[in-house]
């Protein structure tokens, strides 16, 4: 059993900056956690951020390029997300993800594992 915990979600305002985690613990061999996604009240779970095991590889939603990176600490088996710049539209629960590839995945559908989110409110 695996378990994700997001955290560092919060109120920010526009232009602001916030830096989420997610842990991963319990049997997590060969499961890692590289995939942030969003999910706003009433709207779809879409991409945002996806790093290998190697941290060599990411990719990045259009939406949020050039404003967010997605790193980790393999020593911690934790993935963050530092969010710059960040707008109103950013605002939704963000969720981490891990499944059993090393490799980037942008496809939620082809993640196992998902923490339970936290959420983050850009708002003047």
């Known amino acids: 059993q695996v378990q994700l915990v997001e955290s560092g979600g919060g109120l920010v305002q526009p232009g602001g900056s916030l830096r989420l985690s997610c842990a991963a613990s319990?049997?997590?061999?060969?499961?890692?956690?590289k995939g942030w996604f969003r999910q706003a009240p009433g709207k779809e779970r879409d991409f945002v951020a996806a790093?290998?095991?190697?941290?060599?590889?990411?990719s990045y939603a259009d939406s949020v390029k050039g404003r967010f990176t997605i790193s980790r600490d393999n020593a911690k088996n934790t993935v963050y997300l530092q969010m710059n710049s960040l707008k109103p539209a950013d605002t939704a629960i963000y969720y981490c993800a891990a499944d059993t590839s090393m490799l980037v995945t942008t496809d939620p559908k082809k993640y196992d594992y998902w923490g339970q989110g936290t959420q983050v409110t850009v708002s003047s």
């Open positions: 790093i290998s095991w190697n941290g060599r590889s990411t």
């Open positions: 319990g049997r997590t061999f060969s499961i890692y956690p």
